[in-house]
């Protein structure tokens, strides 16, 4: 279930009507904290957008940020495989833990922004690229590229690359806004096909990031 109106998913409530909530970051699956709602917090969660849980102590629902502001925006919400425990993936506006940490899980002290890059989204990319080289459908783009074999993709990667580099060395001479954003364009144009050119021999990206991971450890 996505925030976009859908309804809400029916997850079995204790004795107590009470389920818990993991909340995870969507943008690089961080876990942020832990907490309990009730069918009344749920309703609320997806008719407004910003997650709400029961507060037990309280006795009430109670909309995450309604004091400090920093609300929790939601993505999606999804029941487990018992459909007693509830993934509730967010967009955070700040610190989750009220100690100021971005994480409930954080030692106190830890920086409230963790400098995530968002590279999780990747695996949607990808997923799209793997879904695109599984049904070819006539009017994509990946699909034609996958058509033209590893020459293709290959050499869109080899031009990409330039790109990046010649938007590299005008950021270089002088910096600005555009600058900036022409690089970022270029570097996404190349990490795109460079996907495609692995989805074209079959190689999973997680060969990938297992050989950085090996490198990372000597």
């Not at 961080?30 to 009730?38: F, G, I, S």
């Not at 106190?108 to 599984?134: C, H, K, M, N, V």
């Not at 495609?196 to 990938?208: I, N």
Request: aromatic content about 4%; proline content about 6%.
């Amino acid at each position: 279930m996505s925030a976009t109106g859908a309804p809400a998913p029916q997850p079995r409530y204790g004795p107590d009507g009470l389920v818990p909530a993991v909340v995870q970051d969507a943008t690089d699956g961080r876990v942020l904290m832990l907490a309990w709602m009730d069918e009344e917090a749920l309703e609320a969660t997806v008719a407004t957008g910003e997650v709400h849980f029961h507060s037990r102590s309280r006795r009430r629902l109670w909309r995450k940020g309604e004091t400090s502001g920093n609300v929790l925006r939601l993505v999606d919400v999804a029941v487990d495989c018992d459909a007693d425990a509830l993934l509730v993936r967010v967009d955070p506006t700040g610190p989750t833990c009220h100690r100021g940490t971005r994480s409930c899980f954080d030692p106190e002290g830890s920086p409230a922004e963790a400098g995530s890059q968002g590279f999780a989204w990747l695996e949607e990319l990808w997923s799209t690229i793997a879904d695109r080289a599984a049904t070819r459908p006539e009017d994509s783009y990946t699909a034609k590229l996958l058509e033209g074999g590893v020459d293709a993709a290959g050499r869109k990667v080899t031009e990409e690359a330039t790109e990046v580099l010649l938007a590299a060395k005008n950021d270089a001479a002088g910096p600005t806004k555009a600058t900036r954003s022409a690089l970022a364009g270029e570097t996404a144009d190349l990490l795109y096909h460079a996907l495609v050119l692995l989805a074209e021999r079959e190689v999973p990206p997680a060969s990938v990031i297992a050989e950085l991971r090996r490198r990372h450890s000597e």
